[in-house]
């Protein structure tokens, strides 16, 4: 079974200084990693994807994330924040040969001008 | 690009009501999946399908079923609506193809249903 845990349920950021989310995942195999945005009244956007190849994984919008098995953390960043940027931001694993998904809880992420 | 669409954006029922949420895709995927959203939960899987009349249960199924007739739609119905099932619906689909490799699932707007 596999399953993530998003370590804070909110972050709030000024606009153009970093943002970092984080994840970390339980899986009996190796997993697939996942970041999928959602932006208000709007479905879920894949941001990014890590399937065993590179282990920094670059996304759209600036977005990239680092696969560290030893620390079984996937988390999110961005080197500068912009106001678009706010919405819910969901981690989310699988297992290989498994198309069902495991999403965590969700972080709202706030942009302060 | 994948276009997921969803026959409603907001829908208010009442209890014991039946209730059917529809879902289109139109990039010829396998797979199609409904979850439903709540606050401070994620998303959680109710039911998903692989082909055409195959479905299997998901992580919350109880309350509901699905139908999926044809390859570009999937249903879900709500037998008899509870206001427990109060909550945002998510529909999404994926190719099938490349399982072995993290597979994107592509989602539609969302259907927010509330049951009175």
């Known amino acids: 079974a596999q399953s993530v845990t998003q370590l804070d349920s909110h972050v709030s950021v000024s606009e153009g200084t970093p943002v970092l989310l984080r994840c970390n995942y339980s899986?009996?195999?190796?997993?697939?990693l996942f970041w999928y945005v959602q932006h208000p009244n709007k479905g879920l956007q894949l941001l990014l994807k890590?399937?065993?190849?590179?282990?920094l994984v670059k996304g759209i919008n600036g977005f990239e994330a680092e696969f560290k098995k030893s620390e079984t953390s996937f988390h999110l960043t961005k080197p500068s924040a912009h106001m678009s940027d706010a919405a819910e931001y969901f981690c989310?694993?699988?297992?290989?040969?498994?198309?069902?998904?495991?999403f965590g809880a969700g972080t709202t992420v706030t942009v302060r001008a | 690009d994948v276009k997921v669409t969803q026959s409603s954006r907001y829908l208010v029922k009442r209890t014991g009501e039946k209730v059917f949420l529809e879902c289109v895709q139109d990039?010829?995927?396998?797979?199609m999946f409904w979850y439903r959203q709540d606050p401070g939960l994620g998303l959680r899987l109710i039911y998903f399908?692989?082909?055409?009349?195959?479905?299997e249960k998901g992580d919350i199924p109880e309350g509901y079923s699905v139908s999926r007739e044809k390859k570009e739609r999937f249903s879900l119905i709500l037998e008899s609506a509870s206001t427990n099932q109060t909550s945002m619906y998510l529909c999404?689909?994926?190719?099938?193809?490349?399982?072995?490799?993290?597979?994107?699932?592509?989602f539609g707007p969302g259907t927010r249903l509330l049951v009175l």
């Open positions: 890590y399937t065993s190849a590179a282990t």
């Open positions: 989310v694993v699988s297992a290989v040969n498994d198309y069902k998904l495991s």
């Open positions: 399908s692989y082909d055409v009349k195959m479905k």
């Open positions: 899986s009996s195999y190796s997993p697939s």
């Open positions: 990039m010829d995927h396998e797979n």
């Open positions: 999404a689909s994926s190719s099938g193809a490349e399982t072995g490799r993290g597979e994107t699932q592509y």
